[in-house]
């Protein structure tokens, strides 16, 4: 079972940046895809970025394309998304995910909730105008 805890949510004025960090109770993360989602008040949760463990490959959702990048440190035990240029629609409780160890998961499934396994409690985003 691997436990993550995501931090580094806050208030931030439009246009500024936020580091969020996913730490995992597992000893590596390296072999697992890992993935952030965000849900907006009355909304549905929603892809935001994904990091493929089989060679590195990272996929954004296209309303932060270009603003956030996810990134996985060198002792693979913690995932991050560094944000900039925040807008408020930013604004949302965001999760880290993982899927199972070793998956063989697919570009277009890694944007889909339910081939994550395990999940974060969130972490609270808020972007002020």
């Known amino acids: 079972q691997v436990q993550l805890v995501e931090s580094g949510g806050g208030l931030v004025q439009a246009g500024g940046s936020l580091r969020l960090s996913c730490a995992a109770s597992?000893?590596?993360?390296?072999?697992?895809?890992m993935g952030w989602f965000r849900q907006a008040p009355g909304k549905e949760r929603e892809f935001v970025a994904a990091?493929?463990?089989?060679?590195?490959?990272?996929y954004y959702a296209d309303s932060v394309k270009g603003r956030f990048a996810i990134s996985r440190d060198n002792a693979k035990k913690t995932v991050f998304l560094q944000m900039h240029s925040l807008l408020p629609e930013d604004t949302a409780v965001y999760y880290c995910a993982a899927t199972g160890r070793y998956a063989s998961t697919r570009y277009p499934d890694l944007l889909t909730e339910s081939e994550y396994d395990y999940w974060g409690q969130g972490t609270q985003v808020t972007v002020s105008s």
């Open positions: 990091l493929k463990w089989v060679g590195g490959s990272t």
């Open positions: 597992e000893r590596t993360l390296s072999y697992y895809n």
